[in-house]
């Protein structure tokens, strides 16, 4: 403090210029934390890129569930349509009785056609235009299939061959099948004695197996050089 005096004597005390109005401290600089994410820096401007965020495991687990599900799903279809095509057949016990011929490599199928209308119904009947009941069934058809590790062999029968047939003697081959006696069995012996062959399978296909199989096929395209029609087998072509 500086003393002054008045004009009657008296001193008085004046703050010193040193104080008077000298601003205050300012306060010390403080850090602040980093912002997250990461940055970058170009022409001396820093910038900040939000993290995105992580992708939540939950998500992951949902799309694992979806495809072990579609995969269970697929593995059941392959499983229950064999299943089911299968007890869709009808089983035929037509392995005979008595000596057979020994078994050979590969497998060997009879395939038999037959004139059957009894998987048809009337409606059926009438659009396959197949007549009325011709009393019994006969073997229109009758091939052997044998299947190995090579190409596999087709060889037909004509219904016609005279052959011997076990308990009636020498007659046609399609006469096996027929007849109180006669069936699967019979037709199976008989095939097997005239050929030396032993018959691993029988398949049998009747009217309606027959349609089945050309729809499956998507159907036969016949296209003859003239018209053809006849009332009796319902051709008109």
Same mark, same amino acid.
């Given at each position: 403090?500086?003393?002054?005096?008045?004009?009657?004597?008296?001193?008085?005390?004046?703050?010193?210029?040193?104080?008077? @109005?000298?601003?205050?401290?300012?306060?010390?600089?403080?850090?602040?934390?980093?912002?997250?994410?990461?940055?970058?820096?170009?022409?001396?401007?820093?910038?900040?890129?939000?993290?995105?965020?992580?992708?939540?495991?939950?998500?992951?687990?949902?799309?694992?569930?979806?495809?072990?599900?579609?995969?269970?799903?697929?593995?059941?279809?392959?499983?229950?349509?064999?299943?089911?095509?299968?007890?869709?057949?009808?089983?035929?016990?037509?392995?005979?009785?008595?000596?057979?011929?020994?078994?050979?490599?590969?497998?060997?199928?009879?395939?038999?056609?037959?004139?059957?209308?009894?998987?048809?119904?009337?409606?059926?009947?009438?659009?396959?235009?197949?007549?009325?009941?011709?009393?019994?069934?006969?073997?229109?058809?009758?091939?052997?299939?044998?299947?190995?590790?090579?190409?596999?062999?087709?060889?037909?029968?004509?219904?016609?061959?005279?052959?011997?047939?076990?308990?009636?003697?020498?007659?046609?081959?399609?006469?096996?099948?027929?007849?109180?006696?006669?069936?699967?069995?019979?037709?199976?012996?008989?095939?097997?004695?005239?050929? @030396?062959?032993?018959?691993?399978?029988?398949?049998?296909? @009747?009217?309606?197996?027959?349609?089945?199989?050309?729809?499956?096929? @998507?159907?036969?395209?016949?296209?003859?050089?003239?018209?053809?029609?006849?009332?009796?087998?319902?051709?008109?072509?």
């Amino acid at each position: 403090m500086i003393p002054l005096r008045s004009a009657a004597g008296s001193t008085q005390q004046q703050p010193s210029s040193s104080h008077q @109005g000298a601003p205050q401290d300012p306060l010390p600089p403080m850090k602040l934390p980093p912002p997250s994410g990461r940055q970058s820096s170009r022409g001396g401007r820093s910038s900040t890129v939000a993290a995105r965020p992580a992708r939540r495991p939950g998500r992951r687990r949902r799309w694992g569930r979806i495809v072990l599900v579609l995969v269970l799903l697929w593995v059941l279809f392959l499983i229950a349509v064999p299943i089911w095509a299968w007890n869709q057949i009808e089983k035929v016990d037509a392995a005979p009785d008595g000596d057979r011929p020994e078994d050979q490599p590969g497998t060997t199928y009879l395939v038999v056609g037959s004139d059957s209308r009894d998987d048809l119904d009337e409606e059926e009947r009438q659009d396959l235009a197949t007549g009325g009941d011709v009393g019994g069934d006969r073997t229109d058809t009758i091939l052997l299939l044998h299947v190995s590790s090579g190409p596999p062999l087709l060889m037909s029968i004509p219904r016609d061959s005279p052959v011997e047939i076990p308990g009636r003697g020498a007659t046609k081959i399609n006469s096996a099948f027929g007849g109180e006696d006669g069936g699967p069995q019979l037709l199976v012996e008989t095939v097997e004695q005239n050929t @030396g062959i032993r018959i691993d399978n029988y398949i049998e296909v @009747g009217f309606g197996g027959f349609v089945d199989i050309v729809d499956g096929l @998507g159907g036969i395209e016949v296209c003859p050089d003239q018209a053809i029609e006849d009332p009796k087998a319902g051709l008109d072509i």
